[in-house]
């Protein structure tokens, strides 16, 4: 009688300890999917923080090398094309931003003919009249906006991908000329590498993550 009493009472402690290491498995359980749920938020919130930051680094490079060729295309000799003061001025702003990674800046009239260009001087007389940065400048009414576009290479790096930025150019306003006209657009290009080394390369979003550049149109650049 007293052994089966000893071995109930066996029984209900294995029990009772099962039981209980259950109980502390599910709470076990439970408080790591919690740490692991907080952890990836973090994660998240931290991949965010390191996109927004890179997001807005490109976007005031760009603001930089926009207000570049605007100032270009406030000087009266460049709206006029005057060659040797044009040519001075483009060399001038080349030699400033070539360290940002600019590989050369150009001047289109306002028929969209190329009348100077820094690094490729044997594509100057070419129509680009039709193409897509051109068109929109020539419906702009300001300079305060600017225009990106996804370029290959023709001149200077041929077959190379790279990056437009124009900035539709207007006469200054005289007595003679009281409201600007459109006179052409000042514009420089870069290699995509230079952004992708400047700002994409130094992001590591973890040991087998990948940064992406993307255009408008959602493709991977």
């Given at each position: 009688?007293?052994?089966?009493?000893?071995?109930?009472?066996?029984?209900?402690?294995?029990?009772?300890?099962?039981?209980?290491?259950?109980?502390?498995?599910?709470?076990?359980?439970?408080?790591?999917?919690?740490?692991?749920?907080?952890?990836?938020?973090?994660?998240?919130?931290?991949?965010?923080?390191?996109?927004?930051?890179?997001?807005?680094?490109?976007?005031?490079?760009?603001?930089?090398?926009?207000?570049?060729?605007?100032?270009?295309?406030?000087?009266?000799?460049?709206?006029?094309?005057?060659?040797?003061?044009?040519?001075?001025?483009?060399?001038?702003?080349?030699?400033?931003?070539?360290?940002?990674?600019?590989?050369?800046?150009?001047?289109?009239?306002?028929?969209?003919?190329?009348?100077?260009?820094?690094?490729?001087?044997?594509?100057?007389?070419?129509?680009?009249?039709?193409?897509?940065?051109?068109?929109e400048a020539k419906k702009m009414t300001?300079?305060?906006?600017?225009?990106?576009?996804?370029?290959?290479?023709?001149?200077?790096?041929?077959?190379?991908?790279?990056?437009?930025?124009?900035?539709?150019?207007?006469?200054?306003?005289?007595?003679?000329?009281?409201?600007?006209?459109?006179?052409?657009?000042?514009?420089?290009?870069?290699?995509?590498?230079?952004?992708?080394?400047?700002?994409?390369?130094?992001?590591?979003?973890?040991?087998?993550?990948?940064?992406?550049?993307?255009?408008?149109?959602?493709?991977?650049?």
């Amino acid at each position: 009688m007293m052994k089966s009493k000893n071995h109930k009472r066996l029984w209900a402690i294995i029990s009772i300890a099962l039981l209980l290491v259950a109980g502390i498995l599910l709470l076990g359980n439970q408080s790591f999917k919690a740490i692991e749920r907080a952890a990836f938020d973090e994660f998240n919130q931290r991949q965010l923080i390191l996109a927004s930051g890179v997001t807005n680094g490109v976007e005031l490079y760009f603001e930089t090398l926009a207000g570049s060729m605007k100032a270009l295309g406030t000087i009266p000799e460049v709206q006029r094309l005057d060659e040797p003061s044009t040519r001075r001025e483009l060399q001038h702003k080349f030699d400033e931003l070539e360290p940002l990674g600019v590989n050369d800046i150009a001047v289109l009239g306002a028929d969209g003919v190329l009348q100077y260009n820094v690094m490729a001087h044997e594509i100057e007389g070419v129509d680009f009249s039709w193409r897509q940065y051109f068109q929109e400048a020539k419906k702009m009414t300001s300079s305060d906006t600017y225009i990106i576009e996804f370029i290959e290479f023709k001149g200077v790096e041929a077959g190379q991908k790279g990056v437009l930025v124009a900035v539709p150019m207007f006469t200054s306003i005289s007595n003679k000329n009281p409201a600007p006209q459109f006179a052409g657009v000042v514009l420089c290009t870069l290699k995509l590498d230079t952004i992708t080394q400047k700002f994409i390369a130094p992001v590591q979003a973890s040991e087998r993550g990948h940064a992406f550049l993307i255009d408008d149109e959602y493709n991977a650049l």
